[in-house]
């Protein structure tokens, strides 16, 4: 999307017709649209390729649920500010599950890196075990 495209408003008819998720030849021209412009943003924020694409996925799918309650109003606010702010808050989605797959990461790296504690615990019925494999190697 070119900037001066940024600037054009979004039609209120397309919005309009929107609110009804089955209209797939609305919602192509919205995503043919705004899929870059989202994209961008997420990328310029600094997430991976795979990230970004997530961004604009998730904001897709959180456009179609809130679509149909969606009140239009050309004073007061654009629906690109709103689109911004959705896109915004993906973003920040991304971010957190960034950090929790890598705080889970080091989990799992210091988990494997000790000995379970399970490990160190000795076995009631290995002692048995190894009683019996011990008197019975004797008698070979």
């Given at each position: 999307?070119?900037?001066?495209?940024e600037?054009?408003p979004?039609?209120?008819?397309?919005?309009?017709?929107?609110?009804?998720?089955?209209?797939?030849?609305?919602?192509?021209?919205?995503?043919?649209?705004?899929?870059?412009l989202?994209?961008n943003?997420?990328?310029?924020?600094?997430?991976?390729?795979?990230?970004?694409?997530?961004?604009v996925?998730?904001?897709?799918?959180?456009?179609?649920?809130?679509?149909?309650?969606?009140?239009?109003?050309?004073?007061?606010?654009?629906f690109?500010?709103?689109?911004?702010?959705?896109?915004?808050?993906?973003?920040?989605?991304q971010?957190?599950?960034?950090?929790h797959?890598?705080?889970?990461?080091k989990?799992?790296?210091?988990?494997?890196?000790r000995?379970?504690?399970?490990?160190?615990?000795?076995?009631p019925?290995?002692?048995?075990?190894?009683?019996?494999?011990?008197?019975?190697?004797?008698?070979?």
């Amino acid at each position: 999307m070119k900037a001066e495209d940024e600037l054009i408003p979004t039609r209120a008819s397309l919005l309009r017709r929107l609110k009804d998720w089955q209209d797939e030849a609305s919602w192509k021209v919205f995503f043919d649209t705004y899929w870059r412009l989202i994209y961008n943003a997420a990328i310029k924020a600094g997430l991976s390729d795979a990230e970004a694409q997530d961004v604009v996925q998730e904001t897709a799918i959180s456009l179609c649920k809130t679509m149909p309650k969606f009140q239009y109003k050309a004073v007061g606010g654009s629906f690109k500010s709103w689109l911004r702010k959705l896109t915004a808050w993906r973003i920040g989605d991304q971010f957190r599950n960034r950090q929790h797959n890598i705080q889970s990461d080091k989990r799992l790296a210091d988990a494997t890196a000790r000995t379970a504690t399970v490990d160190g615990v000795p076995d009631p019925a290995g002692s048995s075990l190894e009683t019996i494999w011990t008197r019975s190697g004797n008698r070979i």
